[in-house]
């Protein structure tokens, strides 16, 4: 009975996430309590409790996370405000010309670096607010050009350091561990994003239907270039460069800051992503204004950050309510009978489920996905690092044909497209590519 009662409440909490009856976050919260509460667990008390485990030890479990997505989303502003992103966008604009697969291919490469810093929404607007004008403007269409931008995203997250940190609290490895999944899966997404675009491209066509509007500050940065004796000369180029929305050189550098750090010196993620908030700061903004500037996009940072914060606070929650004693014994059985035993066989399932990480599934690592997550680990039903595989495949689907995603969101309508014409649109290669990195899975933790 305990575990048909656990069964019919996320039953219901994926019943009111769907239905939108309620936020994401406050749906989890009541799930995880109602989990404890189902499985035996006092109201309070200091050891397996739903006051002192559920609520005061999970809310505080994703810390880590928590602290990453911050100084992501500051990095990510900072891009932003310095024009280090517009900047990557219009050079490869200008360097592919009026052709469309290399513009394409390009801004897809933009959106790579974009999701390696920061995900969602944020990484989709670095990417996108040039990026999708420039190639609908140069014949891509308006689909194709939001689905370039997703999937570039897609095929920066494994790289990114704030995924690393989620996976590795989430399912309780070490970073390396999810680390080493990652790498291996990068190569599977980047030829799955590349394919999207030239199939694509390719199938529908080019067609041309507006231009990009070069905005009047664009062509006019160079009026006061030398006007004004103060400052020094380095401080009047980065004004100018300022007025004209371009940032140097050096400073296009900053996304790989983290990577290199994380990847080439071993450098754990926090100061990884400190490092290149650091860099950006010192080689895109002048002396005189380092510190306002720094100030300002910390505090633009707590407005990005401040929405999935709130869900992982919830996440950390649910995971502390299904690893309760009570939980696992209940659910252990169960999911035993129902998962694959086989190589072959955990491909073919976990394969056909994948629709299931949509719309805010049971399979969505960022939802109801992390308890399963938590009880396949927990339960002993796979090794750790299988359920890293699992759940950075089906995130592949979800990063980019989730149409209640925000970046799928976002993208589509900046674009001028319904988000669920670019799920139908990408969700045959995004299903292709979770199918891969389920081989992966399988060959690299269950043979």
Not at 73 to 95: D, H, M, N, P, Q
């Amino acid at each position: 009975m305990t575990a048909l009662g656990i069964l019919l409440a996320m039953a219901v909490g994926v019943g009111l996430m769907l239905t939108r009856r309620l936020p994401t976050a406050f749906a989890l919260v009541l799930l995880a309590v109602a989990i404890a509460l189902i499985a035996g667990a006092p109201l309070t008390g200091e050891e397996e409790s739903v006051v002192g485990t559920v609520v005061q030890e999970g809310a505080p479990r994703l810390a880590a996370t928590m602290v990453a997505i911050l100084l992501g989303s500051w990095l990510g502003t900072l891009l932003s405000e310095t024009g280090i992103a517009s900047t990557l966008v219009r050079k490869i604009v200008e360097f592919g010309g009026e052709r469309p697969s290399l513009v394409a291919v390009g801004i897809f490469l933009v959106a790579i670096l974009c999701g390696s810093i920061t995900g969602s929404a944020p990484a989709a607007m670095l990417a996108g607010v040039v990026g999708i004008p420039a190639m609908i403007a140069v014949g891509v269409t308006p689909t194709v050009a939001a689905g370039t931008v997703l999937v570039g995203i897609a095929a920066g997250l494994p790289l990114e350091l704030i995924n690393w940190q989620f996976l590795s609290d989430a399912i309780g490895v070490p970073v390396s561990t999810v680390q080493h999944f990652q790498l291996r899966m990068f190569p599977i997404a980047l030829l799955g994003g590349l394919a999207y675009i030239l199939v694509e491209m390719r199938r529908k066509g080019v067609r041309h239907t507006w231009a990009v509007r070069v905005g009047a500050g664009a062509g006019a940065g160079g009026s006061g270039a030398s006007g004004g004796g103060s400052g020094t000369r380095r401080e009047r180029a980065a004004r100018r460069r300022q007025r004209r929305g371009d940032a140097p050189w050096y400073a296009l550098l900053t996304p790989l800051v983290p990577i290199v750090l994380a990847l080439g010196l071993e450098i754990p993620i926090v100061p990884s992503l400190l490092a290149g908030v650091v860099f950006a700061l010192v080689t895109a903004v002048s002396w005189r204004e380092m510190t306002t500037t720094a100030l300002r996009t910390l505090y633009r940072a707590f407005d990005v950050a401040a929405p999935p914060i709130v869900l992982f606070i919830a996440i950390g929650m649910l995971l502390a309510a299904v690893n309760l004693p009570g939980a696992v014994q209940a659910l252990s059985p169960i999911v035993v009978a129902i998962s694959p035993g086989h190589v072959a066989l955990f491909v073919l399932v976990f394969a056909l489920m994948v629709p299931l990480a949509l719309y805010r599934g049971p399979m969505n690592i960022f939802g109801l996905g992390a308890g399963v997550a938590g009880v396949l680990v927990a339960g002993g039903i796979y090794p750790a690092p299988a359920v890293v595989g699992l759940m950075a495949s089906y995130g592949q689907v979800l990063g980019v044909s989730d149409p209640t995603s925000t970046q799928t969101v976002w993208s589509s309508q900046y674009a001028g497209v319904r988000p669920e014409r670019s799920m139908l649109s990408t969700l045959p290669y995004t299903w292709v590519i979770a199918v891969a990195g389920l081989c992966l899975t399988a060959y690299l933790y269950l043979l």
